[in-house]
């Protein structure tokens, strides 16, 4: 064996040097990954919350915009109660399941994508492990929302279908997809992709500006370096307001050209559609129609949803640390025995 003896977790170069201890912490590809993995599950823990919680209102809200009726808060109550009554109490939550289909993956996709753009606009730019700058900070929320658009599309497709239509003609997810695809063609799947796209630049990228730019707002000036609960809550609410109002028009033309098989319409571009929405309904009350609702759920909506994943990130980045120190401290017992 020469001047060493190599044995379990403990080296000896020579017999009266310090040993060196292998704690096998993590390797810095095994941290990437655990960091990736745990931006994913935060945030569809995040999206799956916040969208349950505002389930009936975003129901409602859809009925609305794909549909010729004023919006008003008392017609809104009228709609969900008579829903209530004629459907039962759980049919406030019809197409959650697709809901949850789709924001799952999506919240998970763009939470995570978002961490990736800031470390890779971070290196780009020179803020390496510090907080970016103004533009770029919007470039990565913006990337980030298109990124998980483009994945799950067809899912939010099919979940405005299953919100606009009684239970009867379709029985749940895969039904939807068959029948669209019979009837109406594959491509009608991805029918008003294009203004989806076009509203998330604007959504993401303030929605992610606007939290992440109140948060350091606060750490600069409280010298916390992590805001309390609930002013998480109430900066993801800012930045739900200030994302959804910007971007709600293309939201609208979406929901239009999504549900125009059923609805008994034909859109077949965003500028026809919303020439159309102007001339019947006018420019106000046609593309912002519902937005007073959104301005309720919206922000109750992205306040959880942000507030949930940074709580889940650090839940499970402290976990993370209790099991390196346990590892740690199970390789300095096994080097105790070893020299008794």
Known sequence: MGNGVREGQVDFKRQDVEPIISTHLPSEGTQEKKKVLNSLMSGALAGAVAKTAVAPLDRTKIMFQVSSKRFSAKEAYRLIYRTYLNEGFWSLWRGNSATMVRVIPYAAI?????????????????????ALTPFPRFIAGSLAGTTAAMLTYPLDMVRARMAVTPKEMYSNIVHVFIRISREEGLKTLYRGFTPTILGVIP??????????????????????????????????????????????????????????????????SILLTMQEIIREEGLIRGLYKGLSMNWVKGPIAVGISFTTFDLMQILLRKLQHSTNIERLSEGVSCYTLLVR
């Open 203 to 268: 959504y993401a990228g303030l929605s992610f500006f606007t939290y992440e730019t109140l948060k350091k707002l606060h750490a600069d000036h409280s010298g916390k370096s992590q805001p309390s609960p609930p002013e998480r809550l109430l900066f993801g609410a800012c930045a739900g307001l200030i994302g959804q109002s910007a971007s709600y028009p293309l939201d609208v033309v979406r929901r239009r050209m999504q549900t125009a098989g059923v609805m008994g319409h034909t859109y077949s």
């Open 110 to 130: 763009q939470f995570c994508a978002h961490e990736e753009y800031k470390q890779l606009l971070g290196s780009y730019y020179g803020f390496q492990g510090k």
